[in-house]
Structure formats: C-alpha cells, structure tokens
C-alpha cells in the first residue's frame, strides 16, 4: 500500500481545499449556530457537493458513482475537517451509502444509490442506544410478520437522524440482547407513523437526534441483506466509517495546529515573540511528530478499505485510537497556546476543541478500540 496520494487523489484534496474554503468556513458553522437553523447545514452547500461528485466518490459506476475509493473520500474529508463543514457526507455518503453497497438487493442498490449520488437522498444509521458505543448491545426488535415488519424501541446519538430521509435501523430478530448474531437492518422512511424524531444539537453544534419507533410498520421488503444476519454488514460498514471519521479527525487537528503555529509567530509576551520560548518550541515538535505518525496510520487504513477489506478491523481501531489521542492533545495545546482567548466563543479554536471532543465518541472512543484491537490480536 503506498502511503502517499496519487496525482489524481492530491487534485482532488486541492479542489476541495479551495471549495470549502470559499463556500464552507468555519464562520459558516457559526452562523448555523447562531441562527438556530433547523436543518442544521446548508442545502445549497450539499446540493454543491453532490453536483461535484463528493456524495458518490465510494460509489460503484454502474449505480451513479465516481467508484474513486477510500483514499479520495478520505482527502474530501481531512479538508472538511479543515473548516468544520456540515453536511451530511458522513451519515448518508459514507455510513448510508456502505450499508447500500455492501448489503442492500440489486433492486435497493438500483433504487437508492443513484439518488445518494445526487444528493437526492439522505439516509442516517439508527444504532446506538445508550451513551456508550456498544453495536452489539440492541434491545430495539423487528417483528416478521408476514410481508411485513414491525419496529419497536428506541435510538440515540442518530448523526443527522432529524434531517436524514430515510434511517437505516439496527434491530434485533432473534438472540440475547448482547449477541451479534440475531440482527437485523430495516431501512424505515423518518416520517413514518410511528417515528417520533427529537433533534438534539450536539456541543459542536452539529446535528443528531434521539429516535422512538412505536409499532413502526414496514415492507420486507426493505430489510438489507439477511434476517438476522445484519452483523456481517454492519461491523464492516462502522468500520468504514471508524476510518472516515479519523480523516476528518485529521482535518480537525492539523487545522487547529497550523492556526495555533500562527499564532505562536505573532503573540509577544516579555519582550519576544512567544514562538521562540524553548517550552513552547518542545510542545509543539511533539505534536507534529504525532501528526505524521498519524498521517501513516490513516493512509494505510484508508487504503486497506479498497484493498485488503479483510485487515480492516485492525486498521479501523489503530486508526480511530490513534487520532482520538492526536485530536484530543492538539486541541487542548491549541487552547493552552493561546491562552485565555482560546476559550472564549470570539476565536473559531474553541469549536475546533469541541468538535474534536464529539468526534472522539463517534463510533467508539479510545478505550473501546483499545480493547478491540487487542481482543482481535488474541489477547
């Protein structure tokens, strides 16, 4: 696997570089927030990135796609992490769209892809059910009965669930409420009688929502994949999106560091510019060294998606562990450097700090892949 980008990956890095930079800054996020805008991104914005194929780059060809890879969203996702963009690349284009591609009938592949392709459809995964991530640990049930399926229970932490067309439902079939055997994923349209959605805005002032499901009634035929075998989809689609989330976790710190490198040129303190303090030099040479420690790990990972599907899990938990930590110790050396301005609202760090904090709990923190990793190394 070669650890760097192709001509073709890097044009697409600087494309995407100028384009959310012009369109999607960090005051843009701000203003979501400030205006209390009820979807939460901009539409004109993911109509934008739909039209340039940014929805579609995982896609195969044959359903609308760009098929362009791993590597190619992971380089659209590092710059968004840049400006702190929202959209729903993340929920529909990478966990909705994998879910599609790797369990979904010919017939939904058929349906739905082309219309994620197109922006035309947003999907969101209803997974989690308590404040942990534990994928496994799903009380919600789907009822056969029949042609048809019947939802009961409850989701949280639903990224984008509010905004999101369609969700993806993660429910149990059959087994104890820990097995990974027994489950079973139902795609249920969000305004179906039945769905009760409750927006709830994130710290980072991003979206997701707390989801009830009452006696939801849906076709079969919009089960994905197989009757209680929805593990054998689900586990590689989080791990998809483990390593998506870590390239845009990647954005987020080499943003805050460059702003903070800054910043450390122009503040003077005693007399000197207070970039030429030894301690402050020290600090600041460790984060790059973990910055391309990092760089390796995530290109790797994004790599081994397309080609060497089967090492994913190792390389989905190294990667997520090891920018939960580089996020999370650049981010709050960012704050430190800057002082007491740092944690005030009038400076955009503090929103990089807070989007790094909901990243880190995104599809599993640090001591949940800690302890992955290793079980999947025998230990």
Known sequence: MALVLTEEQRLLQDTAKNFLESNAPVGALRKLRDDHDPLGYSPDLWRQMAEMGWASIILPEAYGGLDFGFLGLGVVLEESGRTLAASPLFASGVLGASTIILGGSEEQKQTLLPAIAGGELTLALALEESNHHRPTHINTTATVQGDEVVLNGSKCFVLDG?????????????????????????????????????????????????????????????????????WAVLEPVLDRGRVAIAAEMMGIALEAFDRTSEYLKEREQFGAVIGTFQALQHRSAHIQSEIELCRSVLLQALSTVDDAPSELPLLASLAKTRLNELVKLVTNEAVQMHGGIGVTDELDIGFFLKRARVTMQILGDSGYHKDRYATLCGY
């Open 162 to 230: 509010h905004s999101a067309d369609q969700l993806i439902v993660v429910a149990r079939t059959s087994g104890a409420e820990r097995d990974s055997e027994g489950l079973t994923l139902v795609l249920v349209d969000r305004t179906a009688d039945g769905v009760t959605c409750q927006r709830t805005i994130l710290m980072d002032s991003r979206n997701a929502a707390d989801i009830q499901f009452a006696n939801v009634t849906v076709p079969a035929g919009n089960i994905i994949g197989q009757i209680d075998q929805g």
